[in-house]
């Protein structure tokens, strides 16, 4: 057997790169020569260093002009019926591959897997040659080592992400409730004459049925007295004492009050109840905890974000008509969906401009879906805003008076409970939202 030839000693460009680019998946692989021979190729696939190459490379001149396989070597040399005598001695240029993949020295590993995906169309049975800014020969590599490495990146990546994610939802859901909060805040004037009025005539009440319950206190303290002077055989002039008594108390007591008693209590019940109303809207409103799903009448939703937003409507003189079709129980966040509603009631009343406001409330179930639509005949929204409406921070009122997220909280509500939101405007005419909500909550809306 003649001798293998030396090969060529490795270029020094190919420490220069560990640490750098591939860094340390490039391997200093020392390259055949156009001279090594189909047999001295296959003696060098023996080598214990080269036992997890695929391939190795072939050198010219320093620069890399193709590369031989081990399954190049078995499929046409040493699986043919006198291969080995007939391509032993040939070049091994003969067999090799002259397109063979190179990636540069300074390619990372994103960079080297998109080249190693390209070049790949088959099973994997080459490595690559790994060359320098000007072509030359650097060293070699191992796909699998590459695949391997973007593997390891890629799991760091996806917890990345993950860790990114859960960041991104806590800080919508901090986001959500602080522009709830927000909404609530400019709400608290009127909120507070909202419960001042009730608690006002509560308070009349309670002050007329204190005086109407004394002077019947009295009334009966004298009818006692009287009662008692005349059981104990008294003198006539303890019982005239006890009767001049008793006609004062007469005197003073009225009735009629008596008879209003039971009205006054009614009245004070109800505006106790109103109260109560609006407290608890308030707090389901202003829950934290709110995100889990749960069947909830739609209807009932609309007629809270009416209350809680009721001053605002009354202090523009809008006329609120309600178009209710009959509709199945939605399973929704109720707390989130009345923060969409109310968002869209507010944002109706303070378009329009006019003393002759109306608000339009509709609903319709069709199919699987619960539609509602918000309608008023406010000043509408021009052609150029209308389609950035539902941007984050975009907003077309005064500054101090808008943050421009709440439309852009009301989208990604709907749209975490698998439904959508669509508006249709002309200007000087009004304009349409509308809500469609699916029945049943899709999997995941069940959520903290």
Same mark, same amino acid.
């Given at each position: ?6 090969? +060529?000693?490795? =270029?020094?460009? !190919?420490?220069?790169? $560990? ?13 055949? $020569? ?19 190459? &695929?391939?190795?490379? *072939?050198?010219?001149?320093?620069? =890399?002009? #193709?590369?031989?396989?081990? %399954? ?30 190179? *990636? ?10 998109? +080249? *190693? ?21 650097? #060293? ?32 919508? %859901? ?36 204190? $005086?109407?319950?004394? !002077?019947?206190?009295?009334? &009966? ?34 009735? !009629? ?10 009245? $004070?019940? %109800?505006?106790?109840?109103? *109260? ?21 009448? +739609? ?34 966040? =109720? ?62 009122? =005064?500054?101090?008076? #808008? ?33 469609? +909500? ?11």
């Amino acid at each position: 057997m003649s001798a293998i030839p030396v090969p +060529l000693p490795m =270029p020094a460009s !190919a420490a220069a790169v $560990t640490g750098r680019g591939l860094g340390s998946l490039v391997l200093a692989i020392e390259p055949l $020569t156009a001279a090594c021979s189909v047999q001295q190729a296959g003696e060098h696939f023996l080598d214990p260093r080269h036992a997890e190459l &695929l391939s190795l490379p *072939i050198v010219d001149d320093g620069r =890399p002009i #193709g590369c031989i396989s081990r %399954h190049e070597l078995m499929m046409r040399v040493y699986m043919q019926p006198f291969g080995r005598e007939l391509h032993g001695r040939r070049s091994v240029t003969t067999v090799m591959n002259p397109a063979p993949l190179t *990636i540069p020295a300074a390619a990372d590993i994103e960079q080297a897997g998109r +080249l *190693i995906g390209a070049h790949i169309r088959r099973s994997i049975t080459e490595d690559f040659i790994v060359v320098d800014e000007a072509g030359a020969y650097v #060293g070699g590599g191992i796909v699998l080592d590459v695949l391997r490495a973007l593997k390891t990146r890629l799991g760091q990546r996806s917890a990345e992400l993950e860790s990114a994610y859960r960041h991104l939802k806590s800080s919508q %859901h901090r986001l959500v409730q602080s522009e709830k909060l927000a909404a609530l805040g400019q709400l608290v004037a009127g909120l507070a004459h909202e419960i001042n009025t009730p608690f006002g005539y509560v308070r009349i009440n309670v002050e007329m049925m204190r $005086t109407s319950l004394s !002077a019947a206190g009295n009334l &009966l303290a004298a009818y006692g007295e009287v009662v008692d002077v005349l059981l104990a055989g008294g003198e006539e002039a303890a019982f005239a004492a006890a009767a001049t008594r008793l006609d004062a108390a007469r005197a003073d007591f009225e009735p !009629a009050l008596l008879g209003d008693l039971e009205a006054l209590l009614d009245d $004070t019940l %109800h505006g106790v109840t109103q *109260i109560g109303d609006l407290v608890g809207n308030l707090k389901d409103f202003a829950r934290v905890d709110a995100g889990r799903s749960e069947a909830v009448d +739609l209807h009932a939703l609309i007629e809270s974000a009416l209350r809680i937003g009721g001053h605002v409507l009354k202090k523009r003189n809008v006329q609120v008509e309600r178009a209710y079709g009959e509709v199945p129980p939605v399973r929704c966040a =109720p707390a989130q969906i009345n923060q969409v509603l109310l968002n869209l009631l507010t944002n109706a009343a303070q378009a329009i401009e006019h003393n002759r406001g109306r608000i339009r409330l509709r609903t319709q179930a069709l199919g699987a879906w619960v539609m509602v639509a918000v309608e008023d005949n406010g000043k509408g929204i021009p052609s150029d805003v209308l389609p950035r409406i539902f941007e984050p921070f975009f907003t077309t009122k =005064p500054v101090g008076q #808008g943050t421009g997220l709440g439309l852009s909280i009301c989208q990604q509500i709907v749209q975490a409970h698998g439904g959508r939101i669509g508006v249709t405007s002309t200007p000087g005419e009004g304009t349409r939202f509308l809500i469609a +909500l699916p029945v049943v909550a899709p999997p995941g809306s069940d959520r903290r």
